[in-house]
């Protein structure tokens, strides 16, 4: 997600647009990356120790616990749209290249909230209900116990469904002569 230049505050939490959470923006002349601040901070001896400054959290962060937290259920086979999963897919071939674990994954993140888009591909014969039921909650508890963020919502499109024949025909080339 990029941030936006404007001139607002950032929204409160609990803030909805006709039942939908509301898109958070960050606030301009901060000096700091887009992100979230989980405490306002306190400054003085008075102070207790834990609260004595400011803990921020980069975007980029919550799209990597949730891209984990969506990969650890059974039956995701990949995340992201087809032109993704084809760079990603070059990029993994690359000597000395990482897995994108935030591929597929968009956020939005306020003050204390987020808000998550997933894409998934799916194996061939899972359930999609469950699945995506399942995928949501992992996520929703893995943000929300790591970040401290409240999760407002989990969307879940999917965009593929990966046939038990995929495999072998990626594995040999896919274009197969149908002649000896």
Same mark, same amino acid.
């Given at each position: 997600?990029?941030?936006?230049?404007?001139?607002?505050?950032?929204?409160?939490?609990?803030?909805?647009?006709?039942?939908?959470? @509301?898109?958070? !923006?960050? =606030?301009?002349?901060?000096?700091?990356?887009? *992100?979230? +601040?989980?405490?306002? &901070? #306190?400054?003085?001896?008075?102070?207790?120790?834990?609260?004595?400054?400011?803990?921020?959290?980069?975007?980029?962060?919550?799209?990597?616990?949730?891209?984990? @937290?969506?990969? !650890?259920? =059974?039956?995701?086979?990949?995340?992201?749209? *087809?032109? +993704?999963?084809?760079? &990603? #897919?070059?990029?993994?071939?690359?000597?000395?290249?990482?897995?994108?674990?935030?591929?597929?994954?968009?956020?939005?993140?306020?003050?204390?909230?987020?808000?998550?888009?997933? !894409?998934?591909?799916?194996?061939?014969?899972?359930?999609?209900?469950?699945?995506?039921?399942?995928?949501?909650?992992?996520?929703?508890?893995?943000?929300?116990?790591?970040?401290?963020?409240?999760?407002?919502?989990?969307?879940?499109?999917?965009?593929?469904?990966?046939?038990?024949?995929?495999?072998?025909?990626?594995?040999?080339?896919?274009?197969?002569?149908?002649?000896?």
């Amino acid at each position: 997600m990029v941030a936006t230049d404007t001139k607002t505050t950032p929204s409160t939490d609990s803030v909805t647009n006709n039942g939908k959470a @509301a898109r958070f !923006e960050q =606030p301009t002349g901060t000096g700091r990356p887009a *992100g979230t +601040s989980l405490s306002a &901070g #306190a400054t003085g001896a008075e102070a207790p120790a834990g609260d004595r400054g400011r803990t921020s959290i980069a975007d980029v962060v919550v799209v990597k616990i949730a891209g984990m @937290a969506a990969r !650890e259920i =059974p039956g995701v086979h990949d995340m992201g749209g *087809g032109l +993704s999963r084809t760079i &990603g #897919a070059v990029r993994d071939r690359v000597p000395g290249g990482r897995p994108n674990v935030g591929r597929g994954v968009k956020v939005e993140v306020g003050e204390r909230q987020t808000a998550i888009d997933l !894409e998934l591909v799916v194996e061939y014969g899972v359930s999609i209900k469950e699945l995506a039921s399942e995928v949501r909650e992992n996520v929703i508890l893995a943000v929300e116990r790591i970040t401290g963020l409240e999760v407002v919502e989990v969307n879940i499109a999917i965009d593929d469904v990966r046939l038990p024949d995929d495999e072998d025909s990626s594995a040999s080339g896919g274009d197969q002569s149908r002649v000896a």
